[in-house]
């Protein structure tokens, strides 16, 4: 990554979950455009899954999937079932970052 974008620039202490055996950013939406839009300006790689339950149930099934996505860069809960599951832990995560929320917004930040 880029010098201006780094892990630590987005992703705190603190500001991570984990659940299910896999490491969910506590981001919001907003966090994420965000983060997102400044690797776009510096043109800087991320490699950022957006999962949800049957997402992480597939990965349990499927040890090279589940590989795969404990080496993204950042993962966030795409579904309310682990947005409930992480408060149940008593970690909770802010909210959900929904995948075609993110693909939508980005799409718009392009166009401007």
């Not at 966090?31 to 490699?47: D, G, H, I, N, W």
């Not at 999937?65 to 992480?86: K, T």
């Amino acid at each position: 990554m880029s010098a201006a974008v780094t892990s630590s620039s987005f992703h705190q202490a603190g500001e991570e979950v984990s659940l299910l055996g896999l490491r969910f950013a506590a981001h919001n939406f907003q966090q994420v455009l965000q983060y997102l839009a400044k690797c776009a300006q510096v043109r800087s790689k991320t490699f950022c899954v957006t999962a949800n339950l049957d997402i992480v149930r597939l990965a349990w099934e499927q040890p090279a999937y589940f590989a795969a996505l404990q080496q993204a860069h950042y993962c966030f809960a795409d579904g309310m079932p682990l947005v409930w599951l992480s408060h149940l832990a008593g970690t909770p995560l802010p909210e959900r970052v929904a995948g075609c929320d993110i693909v939508e917004a980005v799409f718009a930040l392009s166009h401007q």
